[in-house]
Structure formats: C-alpha cells, structure tokens
C-alpha cells in the first residue's frame, strides 16, 4: 500500500516562470486536495477534486493557479508567473469521503 | 475567526515524560471532527490520531490520547513516554460537516525531546 508521493520534492525557479506539480494520490481514494503551507504556519485549504471534478476552490487560489485531476487519478497544480509570495511547501492529501486525510510529502518551492 | 488555536508555539519535554499540547476549537456545526498531525523537519504531515464530535470515548493510539472536552471545545493531544524521534511540529485540524472537504489548522506546537 503505497502513500500519497508529489514530484518534484523540490523546485527552485526565477520570478516570472511556469511550474508544475505533480500528486500521485492513494489509488483507491477518490478525495483529492492541495493545501499551501508557509514558514510556521499551518497549512491552507487550496482546491479539491473529488473523481476528476474541481469541486471547491479557495480565495487563496488566484488567477494565476490551476490545478486538474484528468481521469481522476494524479492531479497537477501550476502556477504560472510565479512570483516571490508563491514560495511555499504545497501539499497534497487524498481520502475516501468522510474519512482520513493523508498527505505527501509536499513540494518546496522557492521563487528567486 | 480562527478556527483553532493552538497557543504553545514551542515545548521541551524529556525523554520518557509525557507531554500534553493544547488545542481548542470554534466551530458552530453540531457534526465535525478533531485531528492530530505530526510534521517531522522532513516536511511530510502523518496522521495520528481523530476524534469525532459525536465519539462518546476518547481517543487513544498507541502513545497518543486525545483529551477531548466538548463543551470547553478543547482537544488536546497526549504524547506518553516521549521519545526523541517525537521531536516535531504537531498541528490540530478540524473538519466541520457543513465544508467537509477540507481541513483548518492551527499554527502548530513545536515539540523538543530532550535525552
């Protein structure tokens, strides 16, 4: 049985690109969810998929944010025209409704 | 309003001692959950342990316990016979019925195992 696992663990990038991130969540869960976390807080709520519809989306999540769940098994997230209130670890959790999250182990991204 | 505080931003607990950290709630929903994260320097959030609004018993894992008092809306977690491998950062989150789909998180208690 294998946990949540998010590629790239790491991701430096200058302000102003693209990048994209990638969460493998646990195979039978239906229930996927992003969540940003910055140096000593807790993490925020981004999005949420549940099967492959964007059911929910927070405030947090501006224009230049999108994320997709095609078929509703992996989900990416990108950012585009990042800039340097983007750095941040960004979470991914999966669940079966009502039930337990269980997060990865997050993608540290840092934008110069 | 924050939805959970967790007012201990750092503790130092020796070897072999329990530790309580503290956490309490605001919620208005009749149904919600209570959940324990650890969060290791290595980043990755592991579940430890939930409690349900409804749960008549306290919670109890292992070496957690969560010390649940409804009507004071606290839920703090218990961590017996520490260990130094306990040392982490450990956030309290809430589901409440009305948004189930996502968690809200305190700010976390930072906890040291002395040897």
């Known amino acids: 049985d294998t946990g949540v696992s998010q590629d790239p663990r790491h991701k430096i990038t200058k302000r102003g690109q693209n990048v994209t991130f990638r969460c493998d969540p646990i195979?039978?869960?239906?229930?996927l969810y992003w969540y940003r976390q910055t140096l000593g807080q807790g993490p925020e709520f981004l999005t949420y998929f549940q099967n492959e519809a964007q059911l929910e989306k927070s405030r947090l999540l501006s224009d230049r944010f999108s994320a997709e769940r095609p078929k509703g098994s992996f989900s990416t997230l990108e950012i585009q025209r990042t800039e340097q209130g983007d750095s941040a670890m960004y979470l991914c959790?999966?669940?079966?409704?009502?039930?337990?999250?269980?997060f990865g182990p997050g993608t540290r991204l840092t934008v110069l | 309003a924050q939805k959970i505080t967790q007012t201990q931003p750092g503790m130092f607990v020796q070897e072999k001692e329990a530790v309580t950290l503290d956490c309490t709630y605001d919620?208005?929903?009749?149904?919600?959950?209570l959940f324990w994260y650890k969060q290791p320097s290595s980043g990755e959030m592991i579940f430890l342990i939930y409690q349900g609004s409804y749960d008549q018993q306290n919670a109890t894992e292992g070496r957690y316990s969560l010390n649940f008092q409804k009507a004071r809306k606290s839920a703090n977690l218990v961590i017996s016979a520490s260990q130094l491998g306990d040392s982490a950062m450990y956030f309290c989150a809430m589901r409440e019925s009305s948004n189930d789909y996502k968690l809200s998180f305190g700010a976390g208690t930072t906890v040291t195992v002395r040897a």
């Open positions: 195979s039978e869960h239906n229930r």
């Open positions: 919620t208005s929903d009749p149904s919600y959950g």
């Open positions: 959790a999966s669940s079966s409704r009502y039930y337990t999250q269980y």
